[in-house]
């Protein structure tokens, strides 16, 4: 007790020195662990070809970045484009590549923390009118993009019809004057929150379908001032091009023909084509179908089998080995290109 005492009056007596002897710990602390830092770094940027013994490696900390600058780097540097994935081996924990800049005389790297990378709720009150919440990228930041038609893939599993139904529940929490028409060869979640469903195996379902799709296109170019509101979801698309190929079902194939139509009126029109397959077959509906890549303004994915599918889809296979967690994917469009963690659901 008279220990604790003592203790207490020194506290009490030395102020000062104990908050500069605070102070000094964590300078030294921390100008150890950069140095640290430096040094693991320079080893790694000597084995990737980035830098050299003339090299000169500088390490600058802005905020939530560092940035890494390497003067007179290594020739084969500038020679070739360096992969971001084989940077990020070498990046401390809890950062990330976020961008590289290069010249003849100088190489940086610009590191960006990571932040808390599980999947969160987005209350719809924090959404903009016609934007759609994919969810957040590595660094915490929310990835959105406008309400546009969307082909989506996915294998079993992995979230595609989690993240339809987000997707759909945000379209009908702003604006409840859309209509949200569901067609698929199964049944699911996602008939819950639509307003109406058709079983697209059953010849009268599809032709009911069709024949609504086409009065939604004749209204939207009747009155072009007056916008529509309505998205059509056809789920297993990929499955259902199969299917009518295999049965050589022309009638079948005329939905493909509407589906076209309606992905050419549509931001004006405010006439939406959610599509989904378990592969992205992007490619082979441009061959068979009159859908063509062009025509889809976002294309979200998460993992798929097929290594040149991705490719066609995006014109990389960079990232393709990282997209094999449930809930991870990609989204691109004109306005954005973004690796995102699905939100677990929309409030």
């Known amino acids: 007790m008279e220990r604790l005492v003592s203790n207490l009056t020194f506290l009490k007596d030395h102020p000062v020195e104990i908050v500069c002897g605070v102070f000094a710990t964590i300078v030294v602390f921390n100008l150890i662990k950069r140095k640290m830092l430096k040094i693991w770094i320079i080893e790694n940027l000597f084995i990737l070809n980035i830098a050299m013994e003339q090299s000169k490696v500088n ?5 939530s970045r560092i940035i890494i600058e390497v003067k007179h780097p290594h020739p084969k540097a500038n020679e070739f484009e360096i992969n971001k994935n084989r940077i990020n081996s070498f990046a401390p924990d809890g950062y990330k590549v976020e961008d ?14 990571i932040r808390n990378c599980r999947p969160y709720d987005m209350p719809l009150s924090k959404l903009k009118v016609g934007e759609l919440y994919c969810g957040h990228n590595e660094f915490g930041e929310k990835v959105s993009s406008p309400i546009q038609s969307i082909y989506m893939a996915g294998m079993t599993g992995m979230g595609k019809t989690q993240m339809m139904e987000n997707l759909i529940r945000q379209i009908k929490g702003k604006s409840p004057e859309y209509k949200i028409y569901y067609a698929s060869p ?23 379908l069709k024949t609504l799709m086409l009065k939604t296109i ?24 199969e299917e009518f190929k295999a049965n050589k079902d022309k009638e079948a194939m005329d939905l493909f023909r509407v589906l076209a139509q309606v ?22 509906l441009s061959a068979s179908t009159p859908i063509h890549r062009a025509m889809i303004p976002i ?5 798929v089998k097929e290594l040149e599918a991705y490719k066609n889809a995006f014109g990389s296979d960079e990232h393709y080995y990282s997209l094999k967690m449930p809930g991870q994917g990609r989204v691109q469009s004109n306005q954005i290109d973004s690796f995102f963690y699905a939100p677990r659901r929309i409030k």
Do not use: M, W
């Open 218 to 241: 004749a209204k939207a170019e009747e009155f072009p001032e007056s916008p529509q509101k309505v998205v059509f979801v056809v789920d297993e698309i990929g499955y259902c091009l």
């Open 59 to 63: 390490l600058k900390k802005r905020f």
């Open 100 to 113: 590289t800049k290069r010249s003849s005389k100088k190489f940086q790297i610009i590191l960006r923390q």
């Open 299 to 303: 294309v979200l994915t998460f993992y």
């Open 186 to 208: 199964k049944k699911d979640a996602l008939i819950n929150c639509c307003d109406k469903y058709f079983h697209i195996t059953e010849a009268t379902q599809l032709n009911a």
């Open 263 to 284: 992905l050419r009126i549509g931001r004006s029109s405010q006439v939406f084509a959610f599509l989904a397959s378990q592969q992205l077959k992007i490619q082979e």
